[in-house]
């Protein structure tokens, strides 16, 4: 079941904040959240595992309720590198299971 | 830094023709995984490699596809004949063990191809 991400677009002023969510229909065992600029491979940001652990960018914040089945990813102060297409990835069942990519949200940030 | 490679970058082929991508993870990484990726959307897994061995390939379209890593490293994904609805990106990535779900995954530029 594909995870389902909002907003699927956002447009942001640099140094503004935005806030990506993905949720899923099924329970959890991670999040995974990465980053796609156009024509490009899609570059890993971070982790969220069952439990708490979590592995990634410094800079970068997430979350992730278990009991919602829900992820947000935080950007702050945004800058213009922040522009690019976020996938969340969802595990489910365990630690070997695939990932499950939602549809993406394209952020665009502007000068 | 270590990279996924992958060959060729852009691939343009007519129906029905045979085609086939080739990916080299970073090395060391057990687990190898091939997408494809539609313009809009995100990638679905293709096929996954633990070493050599398949984990899961429930979503590759067998009568058409196929992929090795005979020897546990690079690997390659044919599809013969390709079909208009084959036109996507296809990305190739590894992790350095076989957890799908907690390894960071890394990606390769990906193979861009079109079918005419």
């Known amino acids: 079941q594909q995870p389902v991400q909002s907003p699927q677009a956002v447009i942001l002023r640099e140094g503004e904040d935005a806030v990506i969510n993905c949720s899923s229909s099924?329970?959890?065992?991670?999040v995974h959240w990465y980053r796609q600029k156009h024509g490009e491979a899609p570059v890993f940001l971070m982790i969220?595992?069952?439990?708490?652990e979590q592995k990634g960018h410094d800079k970068i914040s997430a979350s992730f309720n278990e009991k919602k089945q829900q992820s947000s990813l935080y950007l702050t102060a945004s800058q213009l590198s922040y522009s690019g297409t976020y996938f969340c990835?969802?595990?489910?069942?365990?630690?070997?299971?695939?990932?499950?990519f939602g549809k993406g949200t394209l952020l665009t940030v502007n000068p | 830094e270590a990279e996924v490679a992958q060959s060729p970058r852009y691939k343009i082929t007519e129906k029905s023709q045979a085609v086939a991508f080739w990916c080299d993870p970073i090395?060391?990484?057990?687990?190898l995984y091939w997408y494809r990726q539609i313009l809009g959307q995100g990638p679905e897994l293709l096929v996954q490699f633990q070493d050599e061995s398949v984990v899961d390939d429930s979503q590759l379209p067998k009568d058409r596809f196929s992929a090795e890593r005979l020897k546990g490293v690079d690997s390659t994904l044919k599809i013969q004949p390709a079909e208009l609805g084959d036109s996507a990106m296809y990305l190739c990535a590894s992790s350095l063990a076989g957890r799908a779900s907690s390894d960071e995954q890394y990606f390769g530029p990906g193979t861009r191809l079109t079918v005419t």
């Open positions: 099924k329970a959890l065992y991670s």
């Open positions: 090395s060391g990484h057990a687990t």
């Open positions: 990835g969802t595990g489910s069942g365990g630690s070997n299971y695939k990932l499950t």
């Open positions: 969220l595992l069952k439990g708490g």
